[in-house]
């Protein structure tokens, strides 16, 4: 059963914006930190942005004063809003949370280029 669905994806030139959006099909959405991570090619995946379930953020320092994450609970949604984009932001973007038992979920990941 698919629990995250990314989505906002796609090819941007360095300087522009793009939003990504992560759809959690499941209850109980409100409780749950969220974070964003993201994959470049022959790199390990890193974590760029976290919201907690009472809406602290943090971010990773390569995206500070850039990158926003924000949620919507009455839409089970988290979103990305990344502005100045940079060629080195080029990644697949993944949304993520951890339940209470642990377990980790993830969604498909929607790819994000740079690019002129």
């Known amino acids: 059963q698919v629990q995250l669905v990314e989505s906002g994806g796609g090819l941007v030139q360095p300087g522009g914006s793009l939003r990504l959006s992560c759809l959690a099909h499941r209850s109980g959405f409100s409780i749950y930190d969220m974070d964003w991570y993201r994959q470049a090619p022959g790199k390990q995946r890193e974590l760029v942005a976290r919201?907690?379930?009472?809406?602290?953020?943090n971010y990773a320092d390569s995206v500070k004063g850039r990158f926003t994450i924000s949620r919507d609970n009455t839409k089970n949604t988290v979103y990305l809003q990344m502005n100045s984009l940079k060629p080195e932001d080029t990644a697949v973007y993944y949304c993520?949370?951890?339940?209470?038992?642990?377990?980790?979920?993830w969604g498909q990941g929607t790819q994000v280029t740079v690019s002129t």
């Open positions: 919201i907690t379930s009472g809406g602290s953020t």
């Open positions: 993520h949370y951890r339940n209470s038992y642990y377990v980790d979920y």
